[in-house]
């Protein structure tokens, strides 16, 4: 596979987030961000409440996704089953453990921490790829109704955007409660359009993809 010039610092870690082994392709490294996804969570709770895990859905946007599949169609019949992605699948879930999975459930200060992730693979349905995978909680101790989920990358790499319909769910004895997520303005999405890539490459330690994060937490009768 003939390869494309490396936008150095931008291919360097879009190869360890998500495990391409190739540079980026220079329209994936022009600007931030650099890959779109679309998510749908689900939080796992027990009898008294307690969160026990996090389930995430995935999906890439179609041009990263073109370009991420590329010879993995091993069989030739122009299709990406489970099976041939499953090592794409297990890279993944390797390399993104050491961003935590863009994954934070806090009360205040206090957070929980995940275990691998279990029951993990990757579809693609003709257009996009999506990535399914379970957080289990490892420690800390949450009630759903007191959590605070974020899904996202500070440095805005990768933008995640929730589902339009059944965006975050809640699994188990406390599926009464629903989630109530707070977008960021309109306004912060139009000074994007205004930020140079040194604005994200000289970022504070927080980064700037805070300002793109959208909160969630539950409201229980």
Same mark, same amino acid.
């Given at each position: 596979?003939?390869?494309?010039?490396?936008?150095?610092?931008? *291919?360097? $870690?879009?190869?360890?987030?998500? !495990?391409?082994f190739a540079c980026v392709l220079p329209s994936l490294?022009? *600007?931030?961000?650099?890959?779109?996804?679309? *998510?749908?969570?689900?939080?796992?709770?027990?009898?008294?409440?307690?969160?026990? *895990?996090?389930?995430?859905?995935?999906?890439?946007?179609?041009?990263?996704?073109?370009?991420?599949?590329?010879?993995?169609?091993?069989?030739?019949?122009?299709?990406?089953?489970?099976?041939?992605?499953?090592?794409?699948?297990?890279?993944?879930?390797?390399?993104?453990?050491?961003?935590?999975?863009?994954?934070?459930?806090?009360?205040? $200060?206090?957070?929980?921490?995940?275990?691998?992730?279990?029951?993990?693979w990757l579809d693609h349905d003709g257009k996009a790829?999506?990535?399914?995978?379970?957080?289990?909680?490892?420690?800390?101790?949450?009630?759903? $109704?007191?959590a605070r989920l974020e899904v996202s990358d500070p440095?805005?790499?990768?933008?995640?955007?929730? !589902?339009?319909?059944?965006?975050?769910?809640?699994?188990?004895?406390?599926?009464?409660? $629903?989630?109530?997520?707070?977008?960021?303005?309109?306004?912060?999405?139009?000074?994007?359009?205004?930020?140079?890539?040194?604005?994200?490459?000289?970022?504070?330690?927080?980064?700037?993809?805070?300002?793109?994060?959208?909160?969630?937490?539950?409201?229980?009768?």
């Amino acid at each position: 596979m003939k390869r494309s010039r490396f936008a150095p610092l931008q *291919a360097m $870690k879009l190869r360890a987030l998500l !495990a391409i082994f190739a540079c980026v392709l220079p329209s994936l490294a022009s *600007a931030h961000p650099h890959v779109w996804v679309t *998510a749908s969570s689900t939080v796992v709770t027990k009898p008294d409440g307690t969160i026990t *895990a996090v389930k995430h859905r995935w999906t890439f946007d179609e041009p990263f996704s073109a370009y991420a599949v590329m010879g993995m169609d091993t069989n030739g019949d122009g299709k990406f089953s489970r099976e041939e992605l499953a090592p794409f699948a297990k890279i993944n879930m390797e390399s993104l453990h050491e961003y935590g999975f863009f994954t934070s459930v806090k009360q205040g $200060k206090n957070g929980i921490t995940f275990s691998d992730p279990v029951d993990y693979w990757l579809d693609h349905d003709g257009k996009a790829l999506t990535l399914n995978f379970t957080l289990p909680v490892k420690e800390g101790t949450i009630a759903v $109704k007191d959590a605070r989920l974020e899904v996202s990358d500070p440095s805005f790499f990768v933008s995640f955007e929730f !589902a339009k319909e059944n965006p975050v769910q809640v699994e188990g004895a406390s599926k009464v409660c $629903k989630a109530q997520l707070k977008p960021p303005p309109a306004g912060v999405f139009q000074r994007l359009s205004q930020l140079g890539e040194n604005a994200f490459n000289s970022a504070p330690p927080g980064g700037l993809g805070v300002d793109f994060t959208t909160p969630v937490t539950f409201s229980c009768p």
